[in-house]
């Protein structure tokens, strides 16, 4: 049996699990395409109780059972997967990816969303009918297809699923704690028939950050510092666009600074690095062309992009490099998250 079909209530040691179920929750909820579990942390903070998870990337699932003790189950468009959703949950939540949807004259509500993760996630709500729900994407929501795709949305969970929600707000990462410019299109319901009828997104918290805030605290490996030649090659792509007016390029976030949004691919840590004069043993660890920098410049630390999105540092990175940046650069904000999910469980909680 495949990783991603392994039934959900494998449970590991949980002395060695970090982050355990709590055993007296205030609320449950379901966690789907859960990633490394960013959600989970934000919600299992306030008092809740996952209650069923789902991720299909097996390296991201061997993350979230270190870390929760648990093993997503896998594919959420399988049947077989659905059929262990429980009954009676209170939350249901979700970073559902971005799809363009087949709207072929109709008028714009579940039908449109068919063969689309979307419609996954709302055929759940259909059958389940949680209390709420909690979703997130990218920016680009708000004007994909010209804005298509999220009236069709929007259309679905209020008409068809019957739903007070109110307009998606673009939260920033920035704004609750975390010095990570990451601006994304959070989305929360109710169900009509528990009465409410307003809801306020959180306020930002005023609180100042700066990247020295999740900075390494001791020297880091020569593997993160930038070859010359590799360096070299950033500095002339990036003076190619600026020679055509473009913007493109690394960018290096002074200590005082803020990142840029991490994300996954060359770029999220190219737009990303920073300045660190520590090293002290310039002999590279890996195969590189040329030599290590002596300007002191290296990539951010997948340790440092776990803070960017508000890991904790008791949060275990158990996989390689490469994919630890893929998945905190797929992964949620968790304060962001946090700051909106109380909003969202003080209105449902009696």
């Given at each position: ?74 594919d959420i468009k399988k049947e077989e997967t659905k059929q262990h959703i429980p009954d ?263």
């Amino acid at each position: 049996m495949a990783v991603s079909e392994t039934v959900n209530s494998e449970i590991s040691n949980v002395e060695n699990i970090p982050f355990p179920s709590i055993t007296h929750p205030k609320f449950t909820f379901i966690d789907l395409f859960a990633g490394i579990g960013g959600f989970r942390m934000a919600l299992q903070s306030l008092g809740g109780e996952c209650v069923f998870s789902s991720e299909w990337d097996e390296q991201a699932q061997k993350t979230y059972k270190a870390n929760f003790g648990e093993l997503p189950f896998g594919d959420i468009k399988k049947e077989e997967t659905k059929q262990h959703i429980p009954d009676g949950f209170d939350v249901l939540c979700g970073g559902f990816p971005c799809q363009a949807f087949s709207i072929a004259g109709r008028r714009g509500g579940f039908e449109d969303t068919r063969g689309t993760l979307f419609f996954d996630v709302a055929e759940i709500i259909k059958q389940k009918q949680p209390k709420a729900f909690f979703l997130e994407n990218v920016k680009g929501l708000r004007n994909h297809e010209k804005g298509r795709t999220l009236a069709t949305i929007l259309a679905t969970l209020r008409e068809d699923l019957g739903y007070f929600v109110p307009e998606p707000q673009i939260m920033n990462a920035k704004d609750f704690g975390v010095p990570q410019n990451r601006e994304r299109i959070f989305i929360v319901g109710f169900r009509n028939d528990l009465g409410i009828t307003s809801f306020d997104y959180p306020e930002a918290s005023k609180v100042p950050v700066a990247f020295e805030d999740v900075k390494e605290t001791e020297p880091v490996s020569v593997k993160y510092y930038l070859s010359t030649q590799y360096l070299s090659t950033l500095v002339n792509h990036k003076q190619r666009h600026e020679n055509k007016g473009n913007g493109f390029g690394y960018e290096i976030i002074e200590n005082e600074g803020i990142a840029n949004a991490i994300v996954v691919g060359g770029m999220g840590r190219e737009r990303n690095l920073v300045y660190d004069h520590r090293l002290t043993n310039f002999v590279p660890e890996t195969k590189i062309k040329g030599e290590v920098n002596r300007e002191g410049i290296r990539k951010m630390t997948p340790r440092e992009w776990a803070r960017l999105q508000g890991f904790p540092d008791e949060f275990k990175i158990v996989v390689a490099d490469a994919s630890a940046y893929k998945q905190f650069g797929n992964s949620v904000a968790v304060p962001a998250i946090r700051a909106t999910a109380e909003k969202v469980i003080d209105k449902i909680l009696p």
